[in-house]
């Protein structure tokens, strides 16, 4: 069974930071696409990072561009997410995404990704 496991989220004040992580079993994702979003409740899920599937391409949403890093670590299969100078509009769930390997877009487009966790609640307070 394929699984997405997120973690690291929590209760944090303003301008400070938090690490999420993302741990994959059930099958390796080293050469997908993957990538991190966010949701508040009553809005649309939000695009926030995307990652190639060797690390060398990125694509970040405007909103954490400058304050967040996706990093992956192919060996651990785990997916990362850095947010520096976090703000209350960061407050969220976040969630890991993969894309099929038939794929391969770093973009930020949920329809394109296939495989999700269930996500890890960031309250970020003023």
């Known amino acids: 069974q394929v699984q997405l496991v997120e973690s690291g989220g929590g209760l944090v004040q303003a301008g400070g930071s938090l690490r999420l992580s993302c741990a994959a079993s059930?099958?390796?994702?080293?050469?997908?696409?993957m990538g991190w979003f966010r949701q508040v409740p009553g809005k649309e899920r939000e695009f926030v990072a995307a990652?190639?599937?060797?690390?060398?391409?990125?694509y970040y949403a405007d909103s954490v561009k400058g304050r967040g890093t996706i990093s992956r670590d192919n060996v651990k299969n785990t997916l990362y997410l850095q947010m520096n100078s976090l703000k209350p509009e960061d407050t969220a769930v976040y969630y890991c995404?993969?894309?099929?390997?038939?794929?391969?877009?770093?973009?930020?487009?949920?329809?394109?990704?296939?495989?999700w966790g269930q996500g890890t609640q960031v309250t970020v307070s003023s």
């Open positions: 995404a993969a894309q099929g390997l038939e794929r391969g877009n770093v973009d930020g487009n949920s329809s394109l990704y296939d495989y």
């Open positions: 059930g099958r390796t994702f080293r050469r997908n696409v």
């Open positions: 990652i190639s599937w060797s690390g060398g391409r990125t």
